[in-house]
Structures are given as C-alpha cells and as structure tokens.
C-alpha cells in the first residue's frame, strides 16, 4: 500500500513546499496578522521576564555573528538558531500567546521567532513570511490531530513536541528548500521533540517554545548541508508516532494526513486559533472572564466578597497545578491567584501577573475565599467553560462562561487586540508601538524584513 | 513518604554534586580513562564524517566565540555548548564509540564532549574533568537502571533521552554549581530529551549525541542563570518517567535510586563499559569476531567461500535494519555487509566502513551468500552472542562467540587499544596522535585543559 503513492511523511514534506501566498484565503491571511501582531506584542512584553533574560544571556553572551537576527531582549545580532531560542521564550514567558486546540499548544510562539530569525537573516518580504508561517501551522494542525489529547495526557507539552515539527517545515519554507530537503529537516526535528509539562509553573515551560524554535531552524539548516533522516519519520518502527503516542493508529494517521488539503486551513477552523486576552493559562479564561462580569455588573468590591466558588473541567482542573501562588510563574497556574487578582482588579493583564502583584494583601486576603470545583458536566465539547458563584451579603451572584473570550466562537474585537497590545508593548518600545502595529496589519505588503525588524531594536539596544 | 527524605530527584543532584576525585576507586579513575581516550579517538575519527561535518559547519559558520571551546573539525573557537555539539556528532558519526548496558546507549560520546568543552573553556585540570566524567557516568547508569530495556524498545535512542540527564550532570559539576543549580539543571535537561530509534542508519543518529551534550551544557548553564525546573521531574506526574517510560514504577525508581551509592560504580561494573574494535553497530561485533577468526583459522580467502550463516539474537537481528548498504553509514546496520567484509577484509575497522569499500566488487560478490538468522537460544543474559558458520568446498566450519569484543568479560588488551586509536587519530593528527595518547593516559596529572586541547588543533587549523 504505502509503495503505490508517495509516503506521508513526503507528502506532509509537499505540502509544506507547494504552499503559495497566492493561493491563501483572504480570511487566512488575516488571522495569520492577528496570530504574527499578537505575538509579537507578547514577545516583546516578555523579554522583561527573568527566564527570557536567562535565555537572552546565554544567547547574546556565546554566540555572535553581526548582521544577522536579532535577539529581542537585548539588541544583539545572533544566529538564526539562537534569535529564535530566545525569542521564543519570550513569546512564551507570560503564557499571554495565542494557541490552537489541535495541537493542545501554543502554535504562533514557536512559528513566529523561526519565521522572524530567518526573514531576517534572508531579508525575505513579508508574503513569504506569511507563507512559512500558514505552512508551519497548519503542520503542526496535520500532528495535532494525529497525536491530539491522548498525546498531552501522556505528560507531553505539544508546543514543543508538535511544535517543533511545524517549525522545521516552516524554516524549510523559509529557507526555501526542496521537498527531499524538507522531508529530511522533518525527520531530524522529530528526533528533537521533547518538553515534558512536570516542568508546568516554572521557567522551563517557556524554554519549550524557543527549544521547539531552535531545533525547527536548525534541523532545516541541517538538512540543507546534506544531513539525512529516515523516510520513515512518523509512521516507521520505532517512529515519532509510535514513541509519542496520539489518538490514531499508522493506518488512520495516514490517512487523515492524505485527507488534510490545503483547501481547508486549521487556522480559521473552529478551534484553530484563540487568543488570550489574560497573561495567565488558558484553562482560567473563561473563570476569569465570568469574574470580572459579575464584580463589575453588581459592583462587588474585595471587601463585600463573602466566598467564590468556580467550577472548572478536571483536566483543567489538573493543568491549574499550584493552589498558593509564591510568584508570578506559579501565578499563571494557581486558579485562586487568579480569580482573586481578576476580583480586585477587574483585570488579568500582564500587571496582575507581576511578582510584586502576588504579594499584594487585599489580593491575598481574597485567595482563601476562592474554592475550586472539578465539574464534568460540560463534556469535552466545552470542555474550557467555567461557572462562577460569588456570595455577597447573603446573596448570591452566579454567571456561566460556556467559552472562553478569544476563542473563534467569542473572539476579541479589534479593539481589544489593540489594547492588548499597547498594553504588551508600550511599556517596551514607547510610541514605536502604534507604528509596529500598522506594519504588521499591512504584513503581506512589507517588501524588506529590515525595515520591520528595525522598529522592535529596543530603545536601549539602538545605536547611539 | 516522599516528604521524609529529601525526594530522588534532588538526591541525584547531590550525589553528582558529592563526587570528589580523591574518592574514585584507582581502576575507576583507569576505565574512566579508558574511555575518554577511547572517545577521543573515534571521536577525531568521526570529525572527516560528512555529518560531522555539517554539524561543525553549522556551530562554526554561525557561532563565534575566540578564545573559548574548540569546534575539532575545524579547530574554530565556539562557545562550549557548540563545540560539545559539534564534537558529539563526531564521537557518534562512526559509531566507534563505547557504550554500557544499563542505559542501552552510548555514554562517553556525550560526556566527553561536555567535559571537554567545559574544561577547555574555564581551563579545568584534569581531576575537575574526571569527577565530571564519572558523574554523568553514573548518573547516566542509575536512570539506565530505572528506564532500561522497554525504554529502548519503545523506539527512544537511549544514548541521547538518558544521556542529557547525565551530560547535565557532568556539565553542573564542571561549573560547580550548587545542589539547588544542579537539580534544576537536570530537570530542565529532562524537557530536552529526545532522539528517535526510526532515524538509525540515518545521519541523523549522531546527531543525538551532539544534541544531549548541546543540552547538558545548556541546562547548566540556564540553572546557572536562575532558570527554574520542576523539583519533580522524573517521578512527578506528567514527569521524565511517565511520559518517557521504563521498567520500574515510581516507587521501584525511589529505590533503586536510593541505593545507587557511589561505593560501586556503574562504569567498573559486568556490563558498564564496553568498547568497539569495530566501527559498526556493536550487535553485530560478536559475528564479526567469529568470522574472522574463521577466515584466519582456515585461510578462507573470497571465492573459496560458498555460504555464511549467522545466528543472532531477534534483538539485534532487528537493530540491524539494513540488508543491503547503498553507504557506509547503511552499512554499519547491515550484517550482510559487515561480514562479508569481514570476511574479505579479516578486519572490521574504519576502512571497512567507507563508502568506497561498500561499493568493492569482491565484497559485493559475497554479500548474498550471507545468510542471518534471528535466533533466542542465547537469552537475555548472552544477547549479544552469535554463531558463524561458514560453508566451503563441502566442509563447514563453526564458531559460537558468548560476548561481543570488547565486553568487560572480553576487555581489548592494551595493544589492541592502542592500535584502535592509532588507527583512528593518525589520519588525522599524524604524529601527535602518540603524545596525546601518552597525555590521556596521564589524565588526572594534567594541570590545565589548554595544554592538551592545543594537541588536538587539527593540523590545517594551526595557526600559521
């Protein structure tokens, strides 16, 4: 059978390749802007964090070769490689960037800094930045459904272990490669997919999405001096499929990939991209959300708040690991931080998840009040909903989220896309912001990656 | 329970930490030895590979860092965790390097390009170096213990998903990091671990070793930095173990990890350090050994052979993955090959895996006449075992070999040591392969790193 047409691993490789700016969908180049504007806009705003810093250091601090791609958070040109290490865990330091439920990951953080390194280190424009960016993800849509949830249950983290294979085959877009190229760059990066979520709630989660980055650019510029994988990569003995395990056996997973056109692109599918309008984990979005509507729409202030009780799915339950937040990092994963912060605040941007912030005593006050609850009821179809109950007085303030905001279903607006990222921005480039944001909108028409990559050169980092 | 004592995980941290070279053992600091030149040797070897090659290419073309770690194909500078990577491409690249059981992997390929370019970098004495080595030596020996055969049967190239772990170890203590850094350098070395069993007979194969010795480095240098991991990464849920899979529960790992003490050592152990005579895979070294001792034995010269038959266990059988090499790499998998050019040849060392031997009419011609046959009579204590028999003008002649070449039951003699590593580094070196030989021999006498790194500088990267 697999003799009479070409193998999926090549045909994944083919795809990969054959895609044509020309031929996007209008409604796929545009969420293609919103997912490259919004993660940029996290990115930069992480690089302030300790573990974009580490890993900035270790970049800027070994590895220099002027003229070539920039590390964000400190100015340095660098290898491609190492740019997109680097700025790869920025986008992923605030957990504030984009994912998709296929992969259960966070796709755009690791296709954004291998896309960004590469273009700039090429000068491509900005259709062939769209181009290994659409191509990257909807990779990583083909391995999402393969692997799916049984592969995150197992303990893996598909940004990294997915993502690390759409990352190679968008840096052998980028790269420009051949389809034997690009077969053998996706058979290297599937022996360099890795990330385990133990690591959850510390620094080492955001090392996954630039790992993933690293490892995509450099198995294309590996396989573009000759070196070899298997042919056999995915469905092969001893293969990625095999060792990572999904929710598919070979002969299924062969053909769902045969089955994947791009005639239809994950990204404008229904669960294809959703975007975080809270710095903290997805599964407290919709908690958060129904928070801040019933504080807001009855006007509870910390003071009047008797109790909080939210129900949430178990697995997002278990995702949630810490109970009693000691920092941010831990912040972003401790449910009662959370709704307790979004209680006080009407907010959960990236200055409610501030070191400084969880120390805060009205908030601290507020966490003991807040109660979990591991609530089936929804089903795996919603599984992200939440319902809040807040107690006041002796009465009773009760709101059911059934998704969560930037979710297709419940997108953010324009406007809040905007405010998210000035939010994200302005703290870092200033007024230089609101003019990243245009060029960005008009990514497609952006004819020298220069010009854009010299706007995010941080003030400090600018030449005298 | 956990509570009690300080948790496994942070145990290994401090027995890696603990480890002082005035407490080896005298024939642990000599095997430890053993293998350093050993890897050293195929190592320089390896660097003419064309992996080797691309990989140095890679670090060297985009990564300058004067004045730290040397990168041996090309004698360039680079920060220390390009050259490990670079270098453990090339102790991999011939597959010439040592291995031990109990981690079904190759240990010293990863390890000593750790230590090398850490030491060369801070300028570390001998003594620093050994302590490090055995370090990541026997950590690497009690996961090998705990994940051993059904992790490697599940397709994970043992040698890089266990190696990381003991290459961050070797890398914490070269740069004296605390209990705390150490522990958090192994945990984020577990969410780098990867390599895939589908790529053998690939290039991609040696990649795995230069990538766990690129990450060992690299999560030291992070946790040096601050960078935080999970401080239950291996037993945790979502941990090392769960997702990566082995042969003891969680409960069975606390054990044996508490018990592992650094009063025996894994590397003095039956099946702790076993070096390769021949430059292909070591499941074929027993059948190797055998034939040539029959070809010798009764002077079977090429066209007096009519059929060989080789007996090996199903295990290796399948390990073997190549029946007819197109190349040397193929032909270092495949038995048909490596016999009859043992056959032919009587040998079974570099030349013979060349590409242009693959290509040699004489061993081409007597290729079909090899014969094998999976066979489970030796048991899983004589695995590696295999019987020749070799059929001529009506006569047969037999040989059953119990322990490949090189086993700790069948060490290589001193003599035979020397001529594998002067085999090896002549090509390459020329005369100075003897001195450094003479200064490996007399590792823990050697004060500072520089002096013996300055004898590896190829000839054509000396300066002028």
């Known amino acids: 059978m697999r003799n009479a047409e070409p193998p999926v691993e090549r045909l994944i490789a083919e795809k990969a390749v054959s895609l044509r700016f020309e031929d996007l969908p209008e409604n796929v180049v545009r969420l293609a802007k919103v997912a490259v504007t919004d993660t940029i806009g996290v990115g930069l705003a992480g690089t302030r964090e300790p573990v974009a810093r580490a890993a900035a250091d270790l970049v800027t601090s070994t590895t220099e070769a002027p003229g070539s791609a920039t590390v964000w958070a400190t100015g340095s040109g660098s290898a491609p490689q190492g740019a997109a290490y680097a ?25 954004l800094p291998v896309c960004w390194a590469l273009a700039e280190s090429g000068d491509a424009d900005g259709r062939r930045f769209l181009e290994a960016f659409v191509a990257g993800y909807e990779v990583n849509g083909m391995l999402g459904r393969v692997l799916a949830t049984p592969h995150y249950e197992k303990g893996w983290h598909s940004t990294s272990t997915i993502g690390v294979i759409g990352a190679a085959a968008a840096a052998a877009r980028m790269l420009g490669l051949t389809v034997d190229q690009t077969a053998h760059a996706l058979g290297i990066a599937a022996s360099h997919a890795s990330g385990i979520r133990v690591n959850f709630g510390s620094m080492t989660k955001a090392l996954h999405a630039g790992h993933a980055a690293r490892q995509g650019v450099t198995a294309a510029l590996l396989a573009r001096r000759g070196v070899t994988a298997s042919a056999e990569w995915l469905l092969g003995p001893n293969g990625y499929l095999a060792t990572y395990g999904g929710q598919m056996t070979p002969a299924e997973a062969a053909e769902s990939i045969r089955a994947h056109t791009f005639d239809t692109f994950v990204i404008e599918g229904p669960v294809g991209l959703v975007q975080k309008p809270y710095a903290c984990c997805g599964s407290s979005h919709a908690a958060v ?5 019933l504080v807001e729409e009855h006007d509870l202030t910390p003071e009047r708040i008797d109790a909080i009780e939210v129900h949430v799915d178990p697995l997002l339950n278990k995702t949630l690991i810490h109970h009693d937040a000691a920092n941010a990092l831990e912040g972003r994963y401790c449910l009662e931080y959370t709704i307790a912060v979004a209680a006080v605040d009407r907010a959960g941007g990236a200055a409610q998840f501030s070191d400084e912030s969880v120390g805060r005593p009205e908030v601290r006050a507020l966490m003991p009040k807040v109660r979990r609850i591991a609530d089936r009821r929804n089903g795996p179809e919603a599984r992200f909903a939440a319902e809040v109950v807040i107690r006041s007085g002796g009465r009773e303030y009760r709101r059911f989220q059934e998704h969560q905001p930037g979710h297709p279903s419940h997108p953010l607006t324009e406007a809040q896309r905007a405010a998210k990222f000035a939010a994200a921005v302005r703290p870092v480039l200033g007024d230089r912001a609101d003019e990243l944001r245009l060029r960005t909108a008009d990514l497609e028409h952006v004819t020298a990656w220069r010009e854009l990559a010299d706007l995010i050169l941080l003030p400090t980092a600018v030449p005298a």
């Open 289 to 293: 959300e129904a928070t801040i509507a």
């Open 87 to 111: 700025n790869g865990v920025a986008c992923h330091a605030l957990d504030w960037d984009d994912y998709m439920h296929p992969m259960h990951g966070h796709c755009s953080a690791v296709l």
